[in-house]
């Protein structure tokens, strides 16, 4: 099994924490449409045999794509991979984008999963994170995506926003219960390195986002969500039984994956490799046939350290038997005696994992294990 990331690198407007590669200019979209074409038939070999189960459209906004150009992405994909029978086929959408024509049009692809980045309900949030949407515009997006039986969604949800206190936070987690959403995305607001959020903050036009606000509706997203029955399986990702992203778990499990786009991102178990994140270059590049990707090949130590961030992110852990097979299991133990006396992590019998207080810390946590 293996899975294909698609990146859609167009926007209507600039987020203001966003630091994912994506242009607001169209004027590009067909060059550079036909440059993924070619790089998804150049890249037919690179996951071997291993069939598709996961196909996954990220961006940017790949609900701006039209209905005849998914269905070309889609011909080219069953024309040069092996798909399985039930793949699991996520789209990114932006809520103004789905409108009932656009909803018609995605119930006749084979997309089955809809990725709506919410990320709040409130319109003074949305305008502070320069969203191209409205509070009305998301609560619509859902109840016409439920109408017409599109169940499989997970929308993403931002905690820690300046001015949003813990009451409006409880509120934004109950509207997405009430609308029966099977999964949900939660993600802090962070301030990325030359991001427009981190302009206005510096220049004091809004406030600076605060670790103890932001810790402490992390912990109330965990508790009203676990106690409505989502399985809290990774440090972001909440998901009722039966509506884990089984796109997402490959990658934690380090399952092979092919990315497709400016930026992406490729894995096939012994090295990773990265397209260019710039338009321009990548679509000059396939138009020679070459594939603009950078190559790292891993060591033992690095599949080490990526199998203790992705496995201790999620609720399956990290097995002694696996840190075992790295030769790594009298270091392990050492490093991770002090994390189990302090709380952070729990152990059941020879599996550890973070426990609700070592995920607010987490990412500290889990490199202070890693093989240095």
């Not at 515009?137 to 995506?145: G, I, Y």
């Not at 786009?261 to 397209?275: D, E, I, L, T, V």
């Not at 987490?362 to 240095?372: A, Q, R, Y």
Request: hydrophobic share 35%; with cysteine.
């Amino acid at each position: 099994m293996a899975g294909l990331y698609l990146h859609i690198p167009f926007c209507k407007k600039a987020c203001h924490y966003c630091n994912f590669h994506f242009s607001t200019s169209m004027k590009l979209k067909e060059p550079l449409l036909k440059a993924l074409h070619a790089e998804l038939e150049l890249q037919k070999n690179y996951l071997k045999e291993d069939a598709l189960d996961t196909i996954y459209f990220g961006g940017g906004t790949p609900s701006l794509l039209s209905e005849s150009e998914l269905n070309e992405i889609f011909e080219i994909i069953y024309k040069n991979y092996t798909v399985t029978e039930n793949p699991e086929i996520t789209l990114e959408a932006n809520p103004d984008d789905l409108n009932k024509d656009k909803i018609k049009i995605l119930q006749k692809s084979p997309i089955n999963r809809l990725s709506i980045g919410i990320q709040s309900f409130r319109d003074e949030d949305l305008k502070l994170m320069n969203r191209a949407h409205t509070g009305r515009e998301a609560r619509e997006s859902l109840e016409e995506c439920l109408k017409a039986d599109f169940n499989n969604i997970t929308i993403d949800l931002i905690y820690g926003i300046p001015g949003m206190n813990d009451k409006a936070w409880e509120e934004q987690i109950q509207t997405a219960i009430n609308y029966n959403i099977p999964h949900i995305s939660s993600y802090c607001l962070t301030v990325e390195p030359k991001t427009a959020l981190e302009i206005l903050i510096k220049t004091g036009k809004i406030p600076n986002v605060e670790e103890e606000q932001s810790a402490s509706q992390y912990e109330l997203l965990i508790n009203i969500l676990t106690q409505n029955n989502y399985d809290h399986y990774e440090i972001s990702n909440f998901g009722k039984p039966g509506f884990h992203s089984r796109h997402n778990s490959a990658y934690w499990q380090g399952v092979p994956y092919l990315g497709i786009g400016p930026s992406a991102h490729s894995f096939n178990g012994k090295s990773r490799q990265w397209n260019v994140a710039n338009n321009p270059k990548y679509i000059k590049a396939l138009e020679s046939n070459q594939i603009p990707a950078t190559t790292e090949h891993l060591s033992q130590k690095d599949l080490y350290n990526e199998y203790l961030l992705t496995g201790l992110r999620t609720s399956q852990g990290c097995s002694l038997e696996k840190i075992n097979a790295y030769g790594r299991t009298p270091e392990f133990l050492k490093q991770v005696v002090s994390h189990v006396a302090a709380g952070f992590i729990s152990k059941n019998r020879d599996t550890y994992f973070l426990t609700q207080k070592g995920k607010l810390l987490g990412d500290s946590i889990i490199s202070s294990l890693f093989w240095e």
